[in-house]
């Protein structure tokens, strides 16, 4: 993958500015309370991971700041305005996007159509050209059907597709899930050249050694609740208490 090429995006928060702020919140899935009191904070230009079991809450968190989950409760603050009553439409019109575990590429659509499928919510998008330097695999399937792409296309379209919307806090759930090793070390620089120019990253991955070579920060989420946090520099002391976490 080429080096050279400058992804550009707007950074609206100085870095390290904290740009997105959670507290108290709660989350259910109709009668199921799955939130419990979630607290924490994601600077701007930095890449923060949220590890834990499956089922303790991590993609839940996501939904919530997306503003994606029916009922939801608490307070979460970007760029210092509180969203938790924003609906979704606007929240990503303030530059926050969410690419979910499930990847959600349209079977009937080819990738040019996939790619060019969701709307520009505000300046700053990636232009065609340095999508296809970040992803060149994805300019020489171009005319191929979503359901002819491997996992790993599939994952370059998914993150690909946000963007464009022009997006700078960017929420990716489990990008790594069931790809080969030599695609998670591509989706691992990526992550960093996009960092690297300026995007904020929160990342949901059960996969916390992949995790240690992109983040900054880790939270560890359980039963709903953020029960530690530690910096990457940190990473090596909490590494027997991080195996308890994650069970292994």
């Known amino acids: 993958m080429a080096e050279t090429a400058t992804v550009d995006a707007p950074a609206e928060a100085a870095t390290g500015a904290n740009l997105l702020q959670v507290r108290n919140l709660e989350a ?21 991971t949220l590890l834990g079991r499956n089922g303790a809450g991590k993609t839940t968190t996501l939904k919530s700041i997306m503003g994606i989950i029916g009922k939801r409760t608490g307070s979460v603050k970007f760029n210092n305005q509180d969203i938790i009553r924003t609906t979704s439409d606007k929240i990503a019109r303030m530059g926050i996007a969410f690419c979910p575990e499930e990847r959600g590429i349209f079977s009937s659509l080819d990738v040019r159509e996939n790619l060019l499928l969701p709307p520009v919510v505000r300046p700053g998008g990636l232009p065609l050209e340095q999508i296809f330097d970040l992803f060149p695999n994805l300019k020489e399937r171009l005319n191929s059907q979503g359901t002819k792409l491997s996992g790993g296309e599939q994952q370059m379209l998914a993150i690909a597709r946000i963007l464009r919307t022009g997006a700078n806090f960017l929420m990716l759930d489990e990008p790594t899930e069931g790809l080969a090793p030599v695609i998670i070390q591509q ?12 995007f904020t990253i929160l990342l949901v991955e059960q996969n916390f050694r992949f995790a240690s070579t992109v983040a900054d920060r880790y939270y560890v989420v359980e039963h709903g609740k953020i029960i530690d946090g530690f910096s990457n520099s940190e990473l090596a002391a909490n590494m027997d208490k991080l195996h308890t976490y994650l069970g292994v």
């Open 28 to 48: 259910w899935y109709g009668e199921s309370h799955i939130l419990h009191g979630i607290n924490f904070d994601v600077n701007a230009g930095e890449v923060v």
């Open 187 to 198: 989706i691992g620089h990526t992550i960093a050249r996009l960092k690297k120019e300026g």
